[in-house]
């Protein structure tokens, strides 16, 4: 992957070809952050797939978080969320890598991933994962 991979303003989006530099366009592309004190995103269309049988797991996210200095970016969310839909993981692991990628591209002052997964044999599966930012 090129160190500075930027989404064309225009036409239609490329697909990402792993999670990894869906993680740096969302830091790259991160803008200042106004002044506002939460900010939510809702995915409907989230797909990831399952480890286990490689078949396909479909599924909500909410991200929600405080920024401190920067915001993510929408159209590099959807890039960066369209990453997952070959991308071999339980729903527990993609609350925290989520959450994970987000505080690394802004550091958020707190961020909260929710993954809902639909039903699948009959079970549904929701997982959260929360981050605060820590200096340290």
Excluded at 29 to 40: G, K, L, R, S
Aim: aromatic residues 10%.
């Amino acid at each position: 992957m090129s160190e500075n991979y930027y989404l064309p303003r225009s036409g239609p989006m490329p697909r990402p070809e792993n999670v990894e530099q869906g993680r740096e366009v969302l830091k790259q592309e991160a803008f200042e952050a106004p002044n506002v004190q939460n900010i939510t995103f809702r995915a409907q269309e989230f797909t990831a797939v399952c480890p286990k049988t490689g078949q396909p797991d479909f599924g909500t996210v909410e991200i929600s978080y405080t920024p401190r200095h920067k915001c993510i970016e929408s159209k590099s969310l959807k890039f960066y969320l369209w990453a997952y839909r070959d991308h071999g993981a339980f729903c527990e692991s993609l609350a925290a890598q989520i959450a994970d990628d987000i505080m690394w591209a802004i550091e958020a002052a707190t961020v909260k991933v929710t993954v809902n997964q639909t039903a699948r044999g009959g079970i549904e599966l929701t997982t959260e994962a929360l981050r605060e930012y820590s200096n340290k």
